[in-house]
């Protein structure tokens, strides 16, 4: 398992970096939107309803990039906030709702891993409808969060990458106490105790280094890498909040991280499976390797967004 689970990384490194780093706008935005659909596409089939309501995140997406590359960016500057913060009023409202509910007994998954859904019900297109609302606004965060630079989007997703790290290590080495056993058996408070450590130790560490750019230097002498740790989440929330609102900021992220994990084990385990998918040899589907991030993404374009426009 860890050969293939390796070779997949690699793979998906090599086509994700490239787009970052390197490619316009418009190619990070196709390749990334392919991902989120796919994970939309899963999320679908968990809920009992077709796949084709992925379609939904596709059309977004589409159209979104087409306008970004038809109009100027200060036209469309506010229009990313009205679904980055239904988004996060979702996750910060509903899912801790929905939580709540699933710490009564649900199905386990069976042996196989294979899908064991309950017939189709009325309410599984509405639960589509959301999943590709939820999915498309996180896709937006991203592709907007790119816009804004590398530094953004990237100390984002870094963010998340280690509380989940973390949280797995930590958990491994320290765990006793479940955090909500009827969802996930795995995971316990010791481990997120380790993952909101790992955060907030990589949000200190990346505002102290960030002290290393020499004072009054003009943007354009700085260097590619100095750009991007000037505009890295952390360091933008440290400028205009100090060190008590980045702690309690990263605090909210790192929250928001375990309730998207904790939220994509709870649909697996109401569908009675072990992956999303089985797309990615050795971790799943792609719904697995993202639902951390799907609520991080809304409420950091909102904090980056918010707290530049202070300045």
Known sequence: MLIPRIFTALALLGTLLPALFLAPNWAWGAVSLAIFSAAAAEWSRLVGASRRWALLVVATGVVWIGCHERFPAEVLALCPIVPCMIATLYWLTVSPWRLAGGQTSVPKPDDAGMAAHAPKSPSSNRR??????????????????????????????????????????????????????????????????????GVLTLGLLTVDYSRLVPAGIQPADLSTGQTWLLNSLPVVIHQHLGVFGLLGILTALTALSVTGDLYESLLKREAGVKDSGRSLPGHGGFLDRMDALMPVFPLGYLVVVFLSARH
């Not at 999943?131 to 997703?157: D, F, K, Q």
């Not at 998340?160 to 958990?171: E, K, L, P, R």
């Not at 320290?174 to 909500?180: E, M, V």
């Open 128 to 197: 589509a409808l959301v999943a590709a609302a939820l999915v498309g606004c996180a896709w937006v965060a991203s592709y907007e969060l790119r816009l804004l630079g590398i530094g953004p989007i990237l100390s984002t997703a870094c963010l998340v990458w280690v509380a989940d790290i973390a949280a797995y290590f930590g958990g491994r080495a320290f765990g006793r106490h479940k955090l909500a056993p009827a969802i996930s058996p795995g995971k316990t408070w010791e481990g997120v105790a380790s993952a909101l450590v």
